[in-house]
């Protein structure tokens, strides 16, 4: 047991960090301003997401974020993210993660896209365009 220089309680030794135990050392804290996340705003996160994605547009991207309800290829109201060109940091629009991440998979290239609906429409002779 150790007794702390700032508070003059005594506590085990694993409460201490350094000189001073571990409650006088994060110093005083307050009860947490805690909202509910179901009244909290998603748009400062999404406008932090936007900026670390590097996309040029913030605040068109955020706006559209903030009334997408569905994924703009599949229809998915699934975890939607906001897609953006990674050479430009032009933003695009709103995809669920499946349809973004399948984007990145053929490397948002239109091309690779166009190989990838002939090759499906050849394997199935059903599929009509």
């Known amino acids: 047991m ?3 220089p700032k508070c003059n309680d005594e506590k085990p030794e694993t409460a201490f960090r350094g000189n ?4 006088c050392r994060r110093g005083p804290r307050g009860p947490r301003k805690s ?7 998603p748009e400062p996160q999404y406008r932090s997401n936007a900026k670390k994605a ?7 991207a955020v706006a559209a974020r903030m009334a997408a309800t569905s994924c703009e290829v599949c229809g998915s109201e ?16 709103i995809l669920c993660s499946a349809c973004n991440r399948a ?16 090759y499906l429409e050849r394997s199935d002779p059903g599929t009509s365009r």
């Open 20 to 23: 001073q135990c571990r409650d």
């Open 54 to 60: 590097g996309i040029k547009d913030v605040e068109r």
């Open 78 to 93: 699934h975890m939607l993210a906001m897609d953006h060109d990674h050479g430009t940091g032009i933003f695009r629009g």
């Open 35 to 41: 909202v509910p996340s179901a009244e909290r705003s």
């Open 103 to 118: 984007l990145g998979a053929l490397g948002d290239d239109a091309t690779s896209l166009r190989r990838v609906l002939a």
């Open 2 to 4: 150790r007794t702390c």
